[in-house]
């Protein structure tokens, strides 16, 4: 792949949007447990994140069912902190508000997280990064591992007074999303050969992960309880994954190769969408403003 292939270094996740069952559940299980903030809110969608960005939108869907645990879909939403303080605010949080959603907690050489499972059964993974001078690179792959992480003792060395007191505190991002999909083969001809991440892990036919500029992962594949899953139909659960580019002229570029491709999108200038594989919706947005078109004068 040419480096005019790949998308630029400064790519990033945009929010992570969830069709929900109960909105006011689920605004409460982000909003008090996770400890986002509410941004935006219609009738039938509430946007949550921090510092006025996006990372969880939640939309309304009571007529739809939830999807089999052996589907293609969304395996976590990944919430990066800026701090261990601001992480450890929030674990400590969830495990005050919501202690029945705590899944586990891996130390990843690259990274520390906590994983949880919001009230509808979607993934949740809260993290912290280490600078990437600490990160090793082996052969062009990531040096990634899932180490024991106690979840107490980091508690005890990364609470503050402040966190319990304002558990939102800290800026936070979505760092990557993980998805559920049927076959790794698949998933690296999409994601890597069309869309232009850099593969950084491989785990045989399990999982992959995938990323722009160098970062650990912007995305995870996995097959481990999806294998040979098709096309997903409309349920609740992932309802859109968002990309976040630099420049219009990324986001031309891009749709320029998809459609190359044969990848069915729709651009509308501004955001360009499509669907992978298994029809997860992935929209590709542009961190530039939008212009301003000069009024005619003649």
């Not at 400890?35 to 869907?61: E, K, M, N």
């Amino acid at each position: 792949m040419s480096t005019q292939d790949l998308l630029a270094a400064d790519t990033a996740m945009g929010a992570v949007t969830l069709l929900v069952a109960d909105l006011d559940a689920m605004t409460a299980y982000y909003r008090d447990a996770v400890a986002l903030s509410v941004i935006g809110q219609t009738a039938d969608t509430v946007t949550l994140g921090r510092g006025g960005t996006p990372l969880i939108i939640l939309s309304h869907a009571p007529g739809l069912v939830h999807a089999s645990p052996r589907d293609a879909g969304l395996f976590h939403t990944a919430i990066l902190f800026d701090s261990e303080a601001a992480l450890a605010a929030a674990v400590y949080s969830v495990a005050t508000k919501a202690p029945g959603t705590f899944t586990g907690s891996s130390d990843h050489l690259v990274s520390k997280a906590f994983y949880f499972t919001d009230p509808e059964g979607n993934g949740v993974e809260l993290y912290w990064d280490r600078d990437r001078s600490q990160w090793s690179w082996t052969h062009g792959q990531i040096e990634m591992n899932t180490l024991f992480l106690d979840p107490n003792a980091f508690l005890q060395q990364n609470l503050t007074p402040e966190a319990i007191e304002r558990p939102d505190f800290g800026d936070a991002v979505v760092g990557h999303v993980h998805l559920s999909v049927g076959d790794i083969a698949s998933a690296r001809e999409f994601y890597v050969d069309r869309l232009g991440f850099e593969q950084t892990t491989l785990f045989g036919s399990q999982a992959l992960f995938v990323s722009a500029g160098g970062y650990h992962h912007h995305m995870a594949m996995n097959t481990w309880n999806s294998a040979g899953a098709g096309r997903r139909a409309r349920t609740l659960g992932l309802g859109q994954v968002d990309i976040v580019l630099p420049t219009a002229d990324d986001l031309g570029a891009l749709g320029e190769r998809m459609t190359d491709f044969g990848v069915q999108t729709r651009h509308d200038g501004r955001t360009l969408a499509f669907d992978d594989p298994w029809a997860n919706l992935i929209r590709v947005t542009t961190a530039e403003p939008a212009q301003e078109t000069a009024p005619r004068t003649e």
